[in-house]
Structures are given as C-alpha cells and as structure tokens.
C-alpha cells in the first residue's frame, strides 16, 4: 500500500480555520487568583499573549505548506496505515533510522535533527492518533499496536532491519517494538526510561541510586503528574474541554513545553511563538487531541524482561526524571550511557546536535552487532 503521490497531510479546510480565529476572538479570560504565575498551571499573561498573537498575526497556511512539502509516505496494513516523513539517503545501503515522537508534539519534534542525519535512511512516523497520522478506524492505538502498525510499514518501505531512537511515547513504541521484533531492531537509542518500570511493580534488590531515583519519581508523580493520571483514567472528559477550547488546549500544551524544556522558565528561549503555536495548531486542526491520549489509557502489556538490543542512551539533565545507568541496565543491554551538559524532554529540539551524535551512537552498535561498516 506504498504511496507517495498524496501521503501528505491534507490540506485543511478554510473554515476549520476561521472557526479557529473566531473562537480565538472570543476568548474569555478565566478568572484565578492573582500573583502565582506558572506555580498553579499556565500563566494567565503570557497565555493571553500567546492567544492574542494566535488570532492576529499567526499564519497556519505557511506552516502547513512547508510540512506538506516535506517527503510523506503511507505504508502498512489497510486498517492501520502509517504516514512518515521518509527521508531517503543517498547510498541504497544506508542505515535505517525510526524516529520515535511523544506527547504533546508530533514529527517536528525531529526537524532539527534530520537535517543531520542525511547520509542515513531517516523514517519519522506520525504516531497513530496524533498529529500528521494516518487516519486508522480506531482512532488511536496503543503503545503495543502503534509498534506493530510501524512494523508492518517498515517492511513494506522496503526496510528489514533497523535503528529505533525515541523519547516519551516513543520509548514505550520502541521497547514493545524491541521487543517483538529483536531480529528487525539492530540497536535502540533512547532519552529515558519509561516510569510505568518504577510505578509498576519495580524491583526490589535495588541500589542507593535506584531508591534514590524512584523516590524522585514518586515526587514528580506527586507534584507534576496529575496530567498522566487523567489523560490515563478519564480521557474522555478531558478531550471534551480541550478539543472545544483552543485557549485550553493551548493552556495544556504550554505549560508542558515551558515546564518540561531546558528553558531557565522563558519557553520562548527554546520556541519562538511561532514555533509554539505550529505544535498546538497541528493537534487543533486535526483533532488529534482526544485520540493522542490513547496510549495513557489502553494500558496494553509492557515487555516485562530485558530487551537484549543493544542500547544507547543520551540523558538531558532537565528531562522528567532521569533513571540511573543501573536501573536502566536492568532492562536494557546498555552499551552507551551519554550525560548531556543541557537540554530537556524535547531533547532532538533543543539539542540536535547531541541528540543526533547519540543516534549514530546507536547506529555505529547497529554496525558492530550486523558487521557491516
């Protein structure tokens, strides 16, 4: 089911926009006490800001354009294709890296990266229920299914064997990924570890440094989590009032890129407004809101031993929470283990640069565990 000729995202409609602009228009600021600024949630300044820069003068039409141009493919099975960037190297024989986003972002979350990579075979999919994806009868997928459905497309672009690289969601699709197809995945490069490994019945012969690092885990749960608890429990509500409200969405969205990047409390330091509001509009106009929950709801069996792929990691000191080398160690063959200087959970955005020397990280292991040069 290969297609090039109309795999880009489709043209959305005017009056998805002009919808978008009047309800812009008529925001109606809500009401909170004064003088906290981001402690309770988004600041209602610089929000009111942002919007107002959103109605006035943000042009979704030159954004569209150029991610339109970009090269798309639709590949996999009828009932659950997959749309990629699929950027092809000069060499035929070129590595295969898959580039794994997360939430709340989409495949930009990698234009800084692809760049850097050309001399390799780069595939960026649209993850299944999130911005850019295909459309699939379920409307979202679990991170299991979403592996699967990525699987399949990869065998049908023509690839047998390649690099996995993923942060957040990511993670999740490349372990179950990894896991599954050990023979198809040469070598894995990840930013994290995934928290259900602490959350769900974690080890109990456990280290300073583990005790350590799952106490961090439970406080950030504590203090930082109530997003993943209800995107988990009650999705459905929650799409209600996002989905209606581009002000509210905007508010969810923003507080995780200002809270979750290496910004020193500016997110304009990492994203321009622009920027920002590319990354919200994407999940406004496709209504990909509600359906990017799906992997925090449809809690599908995790891979439960170690997942023996050679394994390089890149650790960005302001991600989430960052697990030892140790604990990773439990669950992965860890062959490389990188701690950045800066950077946080939108790493390949933030820090290229270091993001894409972990990836060759990965794909020289690739190499050695294939023998080819």
């Not at 456990?206 to 997003?227: C, F, P, T, V």
């Not at 997110?267 to 799906?294: H, K, M």
């Not at 939108?346 to 190499?367: K, N, Q």
Request: proline share 6%; with cysteine.
């Amino acid at each position: 089911m290969i297609s090039t000729e109309h795999a880009a995202p489709p043209v959305v409609e005017e009056s998805v926009l002009e919808d978008l602009r009047a309800r812009l228009r008529g925001y109606r600021r809500v009401d909170v006490p004064a003088g906290f600024g981001w402690a309770r949630g988004v600041d209602g300044d610089r929000l009111a800001d942002l919007i107002s820069h959103w109605a006035r003068s943000y042009d979704w039409r030159e954004h569209e354009a150029r991610i339109r141009a970009l090269p798309w493919a639709l590949a996999g099975l009828a009932d659950a294709p997959v749309r990629a960037v699929h950027l092809r190297a000069a060499r035929t024989d070129a590595v295969a890296v898959v580039l794994l986003h997360g939430w709340p972002d989409s495949v930009l979350r990698f234009e800084k990266v692809w760049p850097l990579l050309s001399d390799l075979h780069v595939i960026v999919p649209a993850l299944p229920g999130f911005p850019f994806a295909a459309p699939v009868t379920s409307r979202g997928m679990s991170s299991g299914d979403m592996a699967e459905a990525i699987a399949n497309a990869m065998t049908e672009l023509g690839y047998e064997r390649y690099v996995v690289s993923a942060g957040d969601v990511g993670c999740d699709v490349a372990e179950a990924l990894a896991a599954a197809r050990p023979d198809r995945v040469t070598a894995l490069h990840l930013t994290d570890v995934s928290q259900y490994r602490f959350l769900v019945d974690p080890p109990q012969d456990l280290s300073d440094a583990e005790r350590a690092y799952i106490r961090r885990g439970h406080h950030w749960q504590a203090a930082e989590g109530g997003y993943m608890h209800e995107q988990a429990t009650k999705p459905h509500t929650l799409a209600v009032a996002l989905g209606d409200s581009p002000a509210g969405l905007a508010a969810w969205i923003l507080e995780k890129l200002r809270a979750w990047t290496d910004c020193g409390g500016d997110v304009e330091a990492v994203f321009n407004r622009d920027e920002l509001l590319t990354w919200i509009t994407a999940y406004w106009v496709s209504g990909a809101i509600g359906t990017s929950f799906t992997p925090y709801a449809e809690s599908a069996a995790k891979p439960s031993g170690r997942i023996d792929v050679p394994t390089a990691f890149t650790i960005f000191p302001k991600d989430l929470v960052n697990a030892p080398r140790e604990f990773a160690a439990r669950f992965f063959d860890v062959r490389s283990w990188s701690e950045e200087a800066a950077g946080g959970h939108f790493a390949a955005w933030e820090r290229p640069s270091e993001y894409a020397i972990g990836i060759r990280t990965a794909v020289d292991l690739a190499r050695q565990r294939c023998g080819t040069s």
